[in-house]
């Protein structure tokens, strides 16, 4: 019998991921730390949370993504299936922590201010289903090497309300092309 273990922190005033409180939680599978005032994570934040499916940090004080260590997501690796990065304001997309997310497979990063993604970004994230980009101002700078490491695995891209007009199409055509099995184009 599979037990669902659930924690939610919405709505509080946490300043740092409570580590220490989420050590003993080895069987959770899910963990929503939305609209505290989180603007770091430390190393190995969640290592103790092997069993960590879905994680949410919507909402936060999260801007420099230098403040995300590059081992803030180590332990994650195994099971971690989605990760919702919405409504904060990025000064950038904090891919050095990516590296230990292989199995990710939803990826949200919505709402969050960005005006660029950095080419290859993702390449690491090699079993990413879904990709949502939608309400952040992207259009500009999305290429055929803005997905690297995904043509095979993306099936649903969300990129609503991303800027896009009619002279970014060639661009749009080019990095398309490349998706054999995308399902969803939002």
């Not at 929503?32 to 949410?56: A, E, M, V």
């Not at 690491?124 to 309400?135: A, E, I, P």
């Not at 649903?156 to 309300?161: I, S, T, V």
Request: net charge positive.
């Amino acid at each position: 019998m599979v037990v669902k273990a659930f924690i939610s922190y919405p709505g509080n005033l946490l300043d740092d991921v409570p580590s220490a409180a989420l050590r003993p939680l080895i069987e959770l599978t899910t963990l929503h730390l939305d609209l505290n005032k989180l603007s770091r994570i430390g190393p190995r934040s969640f290592i103790s949370l092997l069993n960590l499916r879905t994680l949410t940090l919507t909402e936060n004080n999260f801007v420099d993504i230098k403040r995300i260590n590059r081992s803030a997501f180590a332990g994650l690796g195994h099971n971690l299936m989605e990760l919702d990065l919405s409504f904060n304001s990025w000064n950038g997309i904090p891919s050095h922590s990516f590296n230990f997310l292989f199995n990710l497979g939803v990826l949200k990063i919505t709402g969050c201010s960005l005006r660029s993604i950095p080419p290859g970004v993702f390449q690491n994230l090699t079993h990413l289903d879904t990709l949502d980009f939608s309400n952040n101002d992207v259009a500009h700078s999305i290429n055929a090497s803005t997905f690297k490491g995904l043509y095979w695995s993306l099936r649903k891209l969300h990129l609503r309300d991303t800027g896009f007009n009619s002279h970014d199409l060639p661009r749009l055509h080019k990095a398309m092309k490349m998706f054999r099995y995308l399902k969803e184009l939002d």
